[in-house]
């Protein structure tokens, strides 16, 4: 049994983690800056007039969620052998302890020193050395990356070659460029340990690698799949559709048991990749018959020459024609089907449009 302390600590770290973690997206300023203007009485005193404007949403799925996270705020725990994740509910990372030292996999902005806290952690249970020497990037997002420099400047950064270039040309000097880069795939041998990278060609990102432990029958692949979970915004901002559809097929030819996928609180699955593609064919699937079914005319009739409004008009009425049926069907299955869907549809009717011309018509 839990006492009433030990519940109130746990919802403590689990909201402490989600607002570390809504700071990636730039959201928690504005509302800090709101609820310094408000001083309640007593804790929990929320301004009424705000509450009834908040949605309520379907309950989370428990296949979705992941282990309880410690007083830190995170939860560190072994993949296989030597090879170790780390998440804080939002946010993963991961890392192999070597007779070298630790080779780490990612740094998020959100999980922070606590990644070193998670190596000596077990560096200390297992008489290996604490001493972070590689970090690999799985791509060059600052919410991936930006704890990076926190390892200092003797640790050895490997990325791909466009992620060196895309963190030369941001500036940040959190995210150290990587020193050593490949182009198309590179084997790596440290302390005994093999790590094989690969990049496939554009999918989320430019840059975005495929990391194969195949001595730890493991994949890491970073926003792609959000395990339990649907992607958010624009199939998690991704800026090449087709890429991000075909990347989950080319993740699947690897062997693995274990995804490593960047986000939320638990490991991944091939049926989770599996769920993933289902999810996306059948959004694309309703974007092609939405397309070809709801009449735009009412919208350009309504708005006359504000073309911008009836586009919108006409291509939220699509979206939410394709993403009604998806939200009905994986509702209670994927965590947030009803809450990303509907803006998921428009980006994947967009690249259905602009990318395969499906709808583009050709004035005669």
């Known amino acids: ?28 300023g504005t509302a800090r800056a709101q609820s310094d203007q408000s001083t309640p009485d007593a804790e929990g005193d929320i301004t009424e007039a705000a509450a009834p404007t908040l949605p309520d949403y379907a309950p989370v799925p428990r296949s979705a969620l992941g282990p309880a996270l410690n007083d830190r705020g995170y939860f560190v725990g072994r993949v296989e052998r030597n090879l170790y994740w780390v998440t804080d509910g939002t946010y993963q990372a991961a890392f192999l302890t070597t007779r070298e030292g630790v080779v780490l996999f990612d740094a998020p902005a959100s999980i922070g020193r606590n990644l070193q806290q998670a190596a000596d952690e077990i560096a200390a249970a297992n008489g290996v050395s604490n001493k972070v020497t590689h970090l690999v990037y799985s791509h060059h997002h600052a919410d991936h990356t930006a704890a990076s420099s926190l390892f200092g400047n003797n640790v050895v950064r490997i990325g791909q070659a466009e992620t060196r270039r895309l963190l030369l040309r941001d500036n940040d000097p959190r995210r150290p460029p990587p020193d050593e880069t490949f182009t198309d795939r590179r084997k790596l041998e440290i302390g005994g340990e093999r790590i094989q990278l690969a990049w496939h060609g554009s999918n989320h ?42 990347a989950p097929a080319t993740a699947l030819s690897y062997p693995w048991a274990h995804l490593i996928s960047g986000h939320m609180g638990r490991l991944g699955t091939r049926d989770d990749v599996t769920l993933q593609q289902q999810y996306v064919a059948d959004l694309s699937a309703g974007a092609r018959t939405a397309l070809g079914t709801v009449d735009p005319t009412p919208f350009f009739v309504k ?52 990318d395969l011309g499906v709808g583009i018509q050709v004035r005669a």
């Not at 006492?3 to 959201?27: I, K, N, P, S």
């Not at 299955?333 to 549809?345: E, I």
């Open 1 to 28: 049994m839990f006492r009433e302390g030990d519940l109130r600590r746990r919802a403590f770290l689990r909201l402490a983690a989600m607002g570390v973690a809504a700071t990636q997206f730039g959201v928690m």
């Open 205 to 246: 990102t430019p840059d975005n690698t495929f990391i194969h432990f195949p001595d730890h029958d493991t994949l890491m692949l970073v926003d792609i799949v959000n395990s339990g979970w649907v992607p958010i915004y624009s199939l998690n901002l991704s800026e090449d559709v087709p890429g991000y559809i075909e």
């Open 303 to 354: 708005y006359g020459n504000n073309s911008w409004a009836a586009i919108k008009g006409y291509l939220d009425a699509v979206a939410d024609s394709a993403a009604a049926p998806v939200i009905e069907k994986y509702t209670g299955v994927l965590a947030a089907a009803d809450v990303f869907t509907a803006s998921t549809a428009l980006w994947v009717l967009e690249s259905i449009r602009l």
